[in-house]
């Protein structure tokens, strides 16, 4: 039901821009090819039914919008190598799948980098993420990255037979995480024993033992039916789980201005969409959770402390690897936004 309500929404808000435009229609001239992994209930596919209503609306048809969810144009790899080949328009990765390109955009994973969501969206929305898009384009000219939203939520600690309140907890647990060096320094340093498992298989391995925990947001987890297994969660928010929205730089150009700027003022409110359904679909995530005899448990500052110095293990590995440049970057990218958010804070308290 709340899909539907979604979907109508959207449809009475952006569909009947079709009506407001003139009536004669012009046949497409463009066609924007949008993939993603998500399922048709996931947030990157609602905000992309958006852009699709948006664009193809606003351009009075001459761009056409087709959507492919649930990786049918492959994995993210895949898909990020189509649109750099100009056979795919657009396609949305986590970090990890933007590593396979960029391996250095892992930056924006290393764990306890972002306060929170505010500071982390003033991050993404500033000089920060204008150096990562021309970053990205040296190597790949024809890749261009759009904006950065959310898919997710936080990476927080989930477990089967005990709760996790500080890095002590976590010895000799066997928690999943994904095929990256940076997640298995991770945990490594925390005391537990990572363990690599695809998503498709990680609630056969709960069933069979082969883990006792993962690393994910609770929308994941609610929707994934962990809760059936997993009893614990703890809100340490170890990583953002950010969305790279990448179009193919060719197709942009492509377009007169009049075009562009439609297609980028899609994408502009996308990212907004997508964070705030993220933020409220968390809210409906708890309740289901906690309905089922879930516990949350938030660690206090000194065991938040204690995951943070645990976890510096993670960063080592990044800066051996990669070199200081891009963590200096985003630190001084989250300074800056922590400062601009106390002065506006401090203008609403006067």
């Known amino acids: 039901m709340k899909k539907h309500r979604i979907l109508v929404f959207l449809g009475i808000c952006f569909f009947s821009l079709c009506f407001i435009l003139p009536n004669a229609a012009l046949a497409a001239k463009w066609t924007m090819k949008i993939g993603h ?35 049918q144009l492959g994995n993210f790899r895949q898909q990020l190598e189509s649109v750099a080949l100009g056979t795919q328009e657009v396609t949305i990765t986590t970090c990890g799948g933007a590593a396979n390109l960029w391996p250095e955009i892992q930056v924006t994973d290393i764990p306890y980098m972002f306060p929170n969501d505010r500071v982390t969206e003033y991050v993404f929305d500033g000089p ?17 990255l759009l904006h950065v939203s959310n898919t997710g939520g936080w990476r927080c600690f989930v477990t089967k037979s005990k709760q996790i309140k500080s890095p002590k907890d976590l010895k000799g647990v066997r928690m999943r995480v994904i095929e990256s060096d940076l997640q298995v320094n991770l945990v490594r340093g925390l005391g537990g024993n990572p363990t690599v ?13 082969v883990v006792e925990g993962t690393k994910n947001g609770i929308t994941d987890v609610i929707n994934a039916r962990f809760y059936e297994m997993l009893d614990y969660i703890t809100l340490d928010n170890h990583a953002y789980m950010a969305a790279f929205w990448w179009i193919n730089n060719d197709f942009l150009n492509s377009m007169p201005p009049d075009l562009q700027r439609i297609v980028l003022d899609a994408f502009y409110h996308l990212k907004g969409i997508t964070r705030n359904r993220v933020l409220a679909q968390g809210l409906d995530a708890f309740a289901v959770w906690k309905k089922n005899n879930g516990k949350v ?28 440049e891009w963590v200096d970057i985003l630190e001084a990218a989250v ?16």
């Open 37 to 71: 992994l998500g399922s048709v209930d996931d947030e990157d596919h609602v905000s992309s039914l958006f852009v699709k209503s948006y664009v193809e609306g606003n351009s009075q048809g001459q761009i056409a919008v087709e959507i492919y969810p649930a990786a």
């Open 128 to 144: 920060f993420t204008e150096k990562l898009r021309q970053f990205c384009m040296k190597t790949y000219p024809t890749v261009r």
């Open 197 to 209: 498992v695809p998503w498709g298989e990680l609630y056969a391995a709960f069933k069979t033992g």
């Open 297 to 324: 448990y938030v660690p206090t500052p000194e065991e938040k402390a204690e995951f943070v110095a645990g976890a510096e293990i993670a960063k080592k590995w990044y800066i051996d690897k990669y070199g200081r």
């Open 335 to 350: 300074k800056d936004a922590e400062n601009k958010i106390k002065a506006e804070n401090a203008v609403v308290l006067k």
